[in-house]
């Protein structure tokens, strides 16, 4: 399977401290995109970085991407409550023609 | 306001009657999707379609059918044959070409549960 695989499964902090989450993958790959879902609703998109990018900032969030090892990671810097979501990685692999495999998702809680 | 609309939010039907969940999108967008997600699980692709009239099968396919007669619209079929069809329904959609790097954008889904 070419699905990401998001790691920890579960991550719990204490609002204003930096929220890290990782996701690796087995094939090569166009883009890897990042996406968040509240509970019960749709997925929004995050961030996308392409296979030629290293590093990437949108806001309070950065992207990195390791095509070497097969890995990226989501940095969320100074967590607020209202980042407690799930958060998902998103592969564009060479050969997908256009579709994207989701990883299973990282359940983040920030505490009050 | 643009977006991806997907009705109902919740959606009950007894065992062995099909149900199709609407899916309507104003973002012109080509490419359409349709994924599955169960509890603690990721997303897994139904079927899917660049462009009008044409429509692919995705990874969990069986029980499942799908028209696109119009660009805006990809409703989902669940038939009977789909053995367990309780499950978080997700409706999506990309711009540009087939092969532009875009990101998708995501309905609120259908809660659909069969008893």
């Known amino acids: 399977s070419q699905q990401g695989e998001e790691d920890p499964q579960a991550l719990s902090i204490q609002e204003g401290e930096n929220a890290t989450m990782n996701c690796s993958y087995k094939?090569?790959?166009?883009?890897l995109q990042w996406y968040r879902q509240n509970s019960g609703r749709g997925l929004v998109h995050l961030i996308l970085?392409?296979?030629?990018?290293r590093e990437k900032h949108s806001g309070r969030l950065r992207v990195t991407l390791d095509t070497s090892k097969k890995s990226s990671s989501l940095l969320i810097t100074a967590s607020r409550a209202a980042d407690t979501a799930s958060y998902f990685c998103?592969?564009?692999?060479?050969?997908?023609?256009?579709?994207?495999?989701f990883g299973k998702g990282i359940t983040l809680s920030v505490r009050p | 306001d643009g977006g991806i609309t997907q009705s109902p939010k919740y959606l009950f039907r007894k065992e062995g009657q099909n149900v199709t969940l609407s899916c309507e999108q104003n973002?012109?967008?080509?490419?359409m999707y349709w994924y599955r997600q169960d509890p603690g699980q990721g997303l897994r692709l139904i079927y899917y379609?660049?462009?009008?009239?044409?429509?692919q099968k995705g990874d969990i396919a069986e029980g499942y059918s799908v028209s696109r007669e119009k660009k805006e619209s990809f409703p989902l079929t669940v038939t009977s044959a789909q053995k367990n069809p309780t499950a978080f329904y997700l409706c999506?959609?990309?711009?540009?070409?087939?092969?532009?790097?875009?990101?998708?954008?995501f309905g609120p889904g259908t809660r659909l549960t069969v008893t």
């Open positions: 999506a959609s990309r711009g540009g070409a087939a092969t532009s790097i875009n990101e998708q954008y």
């Open positions: 094939t090569s790959i166009n883009n």
């Open positions: 970085i392409r296979s030629n990018e």
């Open positions: 998103a592969t564009d692999w060479t050969g997908a023609n256009s579709k994207l495999t």
């Open positions: 973002l012109n967008h080509d490419a």
């Open positions: 379609s660049q462009i009008v009239n044409d429509f």
